[in-house]
């Protein structure tokens, strides 16, 4: 959706200047024909330039996007028009841009959740299956709502751990430029000293101290390595990020963060799914599909075999998966004989969500000390090696 800026004469003959959002110049006259004025001149308008490129789309933009949608529909507006509003939104233009095509892959008769499968791929998984699941009930208001909802709710998980963890990753990022400093300006001088004097010092104040030499002598060589080695870690984190998350679910703490957030997820899931209409066995696909822990996806894999044969599904959760919760038994329990699975499921998110909060405050709270420690340690071993070192130096007598 681009703008242009015009000049027109209205039915009284007085000039009239203004904009007009409109995909080419010719729609843009059409519709200010449609105004009731008559154009005199229409003018792209070149979109203001950034210093620094356009600005990176972000998911809070994705989030909002699919919650103006959502708002236009539950108000009434025809899919297509609420769609057409948004190539005339300035959120970011690379919206524009994928509104447009979704309008189009709309007008030649194809589904929304196919539109934003293909157009939206950053979109996480439940938001094009519980489009999906709008399409076939005929709420689509609603279940979009609903993944805007979860959407932001996950954006609010990882801000809250992100600020949390801000401080000890400043400390860490302090401490680590003191150590750099270090070895680079204080510890070498005393490699001379001790080169001049031949005393005998420690192994471990002269490894301390040769170490400090050799990075001051070769500090390119030193940050192209770091440079170098920094590249290739994130490489292979890229690479092996399933051996890694199924390594980082073994940890004491982050394990039980990390399945508390997946129960989270699969509870909210299920409950927003029948709430909207869907099926159990439909409901039970859309959870399982939301869920980041490969082994879990397996056991809820084998829910759904045992309810499709009959099984209740307390009783099939019970024996298919291993951490299954006594509280989320008891309300599966209750939901499936008060016939109020999804509020039961929805209040187990709301209590999941109050748990991972409480839980992921006391890890950020160990995260603090232990960066402190670790500092106090690394900085007092390298003061400690050069304090033996002048020891032997200067052989005091005490």
């Known amino acids: 959706m681009a703008k242009f800026a015009f000049r027109a004469l209205n039915k009284d003959g007085s000039e009239v200047t203004g904009r007009q959002d409109a995909r080419s110049q010719k729609a843009a006259f059409d519709e200010l024909k449609e105004r009731g004025l008559y154009p005199v001149s ?27 949608l959502a708002t236009l529909l539950s108000a009434g507006v025809p899919l297509l028009s609420a769609v057409e509003s948004l190539m005339r939104s300035n959120a970011h233009p690379e919206l524009s841009d994928r509104a447009e095509k979704l309008s189009q892959h709309l007008r030649s008769g194809e589904s929304l959740p196919g539109g934003l499968e293909k157009f939206y791929p950053e979109l996480p998984v439940y938001v094009t299956k519980l489009a999906e699941l709008g399409d076939a009930t005929g709420k689509t208001a609603e279940t979009l709502t609903d993944a805007a909802d979860r959407m932001a709710s996950e954006d609010k998980l990882k801000s809250d751990l992100q ?57 390119v060589i030193a940050f192209g390595g770091a440079v170098a080695a920094f590249f290739l870690i994130r490489l292979l984190i890229a690479q092996n990020s399933a051996a890694l998350s199924g390594l980082a679910r073994r940890l004491p703490g982050i394990g039980k963060l990390l399945w508390r957030a997946d129960l989270t997820t699969w509870c909210r899931t299920m409950g927003i799914a029948l709430t909207n209409g869907a099926p159990l066995l439909t409901a039970l696909d859309l959870a399982s599909g939301a869920v980041q822990s490969e082994t879990f996806e397996a056991q809820l894999a084998g829910v759904k075999r045992a309810v499709k044969g ?8 019970s024996n298919s998966v291993n951490q299954a919760d006594p509280m ?45 420690l670790l500092l106090s340690l690394i900085v007092g071993g390298l003061v400690i090696s050069i304090v033996m070192a002048m020891t032997n130096l200067y052989q005091f007598d005490f």
Not at 48 to 59: D, E, I, M, V, W
């Open 42 to 68: 229409i003018i792209a308008e070149k979109p203001p330039t950034r210093l620094f490129g356009q600005r990176k789309l972000t998911r809070k933009d994705l989030s909002q996007s699919i919650r103006q």
């Open 310 to 317: 009959g099984t209740e599904l307390d009783q099939a959760f």
């Open 163 to 219: 600020s949390a963890l801000t401080y000890p990753m400043i400390l860490g990022g302090v401490g680590t430029a003191i150590i750099l400093m270090m070895f680079l300006f204080v510890i070498p001088r005393f490699g001379a000293l001790i080169e001049e004097s031949g005393a005998d010092v420690p192994p471990v104040s002269r490894a301390v101290i040769e170490t400090g030499v050799w990075l001051q002598a070769n500090w």
């Open 328 to 372: 989320l038994m008891d309300l599966l329990h209750t939901g499936i004989r008060s016939a109020t699975l999804d509020k039961m499921m929805l209040l187990a998110a709301d209590l999941y969500e109050e748990d991972l909060q409480s839980l992921m405050k006391r890890l950020t709270g160990i995260a603090e000390p232990v960066a402190i």
